[in-house]
């Protein structure tokens, strides 16, 4: 069984920061990519950014120069460093990781959300 739990979201004013974390728990052979998306009041979910298990990394054009997404492969762990917030971001944010648990094609496993709210 692996679990992915989100943490770190809130309520912060227009240009604030946060930093969100996704811990990867359970039987684990192997990570490779991990991501965030997020879900916006009356949206779609929508791809924010990930990153491969060396380090690549891909974003979305509504958040570059804006958020930065880095991992730590001892601790099974992706972050996403939010700042220059704007009331546009509020959404829920999902992790995202496709995840081998033995020798065998990897799986994708999704976070249970985290809700970030930007406002004055």
């Known amino acids: 069984q692996v679990q992915l739990v989100e943490s770190g979201g809130g309520l912060v004013q227009p240009g604030g920061s946060l930093r969100l974390s996704c811990a990867a728990s359970g039987s684990i052979f192997s990570i490779n990519a991990m991501g965030w998306y997020r879900q916006g009041p009356g949206k779609e979910r929508e791809l924010v950014a990930t990153i491969t298990s060396g380090g690549g990394t891909n974003y979305a054009d509504s958040v570059k120069d804006r958020f930065t997404i880095s991992r730590d492969n001892a601790k099974n762990t992706v972050y996403l460093q939010m700042n220059s917030l704007k009331p546009e971001d509020t959404a829920v944010y999902y992790c995202?990781?496709?995840?081998?648990?033995?020798?065998?094609?990897?799986?994708?496993?999704w976070g249970q959300g985290t809700q970030v709210t930007v406002s004055s």
């Open positions: 995202n990781a496709a995840i081998r648990t033995g020798y065998s094609w990897p799986n994708t496993y």
